[in-house]
T-cell receptor
Framework: KQEVTQIPAALSVPEGENLVLNCSFTDSAIYNLQWFRQDPGKGLTSLLLIQSSQREQTSGRLNASLDKSSGRSTLYIAASQPGDSATYLCAVNTGANSKLTFGKGITLSVRP | NAGVTQTPKFQVLKTGQSMTLQCAQDMNHEYMSWYRQDPGMGLRLIHYSVGAGITDQGEVPNGYNVSRSTTEDFPLRLLSAAPSQTSVYFC???????????FGPGTRLTVL
């Protein structure tokens, strides 16, 4: 059974810092991995999708990498801003009908 | 496009009552799914559908029914609500061939 872990559960950093959010998964036979952002009381916003054949994807200040063999993905946020404060969720698609297995998320607080 | 929409946003039920959570998407996506999000548990898949007339169970299907009569709509039915079904429910969709999944804003359900 696929398990997805995100550690730590919470992170607080000063504005302007570059930071890395980690995600690990137990079964390397994945189709893709998706990073989401969730603001308090809101839905999930897709940030980046990495296909299993890709090593990384970039969108603005965000860069996500994937190392399937080691079961790891990282989300890099450059020059963090208070507006980046949210919970970041990692989800793995192990293929069968696109069922996503989610980590519990990392709650990020960026201090002005 | 409105994307994925869910109604209602909030609902309070008494134990034993029934209700239907509505989900609709206007992107002509074949794949739709329902997740529930609970503190400390992350998001878990309830039911999913790969197209009109086709549904299947996810990780936590007990107590929930679904049907998919059209491409656009995927309602989730609680036949006899229980306090354990207090949760935030999210609907998601994606198109065949495009792996990125899109989530609705959620329905916050409380069962007393």
């Amino acid at each position: 059974k696929q398990e997805v872990t995100q550690i730590p559960a919470a992170l607080s950093v000063p504005e302007g810092e570059n930071l890395v959010l980690n995600c690990s998964f137990t079964d390397s036979a994945i189709y893709n991995l998706q990073w989401f952002r969730q603001d308090p009381g809101k839905g999930l916003t897709s940030l980046l999708l990495i296909q299993s054949s890709q090593r990384e994807q970039t969108s603005g200040r965000l860069n996500a990498s994937l190392d399937k063999s080691s079961g790891r993905s990282t989300l890099y946020i450059a020059a963090s801003q208070p507006g980046d404060s949210a919970t970041y969720l990692c989800a793995v698609n192990t293929g069968a009908n696109s069922k996503l297995t989610f980590g519990k998320g990392i709650t990020l607080s960026v201090r002005p | 496009n409105a994307g994925v929409t869910q109604t209602p946003k909030f609902q309070v039920l008494k134990t034993g009552q029934s209700m239907t959570l509505q989900c609709a998407q206007d992107m002509n996506h074949e794949y739709m799914s329902w997740y529930r999000q609970d503190p400390g548990m992350g998001l878990r898949l309830i039911h999913y559908s790969v197209g009109a007339g086709i549904t299947d169970q996810g990780e936590v299907p007990n107590g929930y029914n679904v049907s998919r009569s059209t491409t656009e709509d995927f309602p989730l039915r609680l036949l006899s609500a229980a306090p354990s079904q207090t949760s935030v429910y999210f609907c998601a969709s994606r198109s065949t061939g495009v792996n990125e999944q899109f989530f609705g804003p959620g329905t916050r359900l409380t069962v007393l």
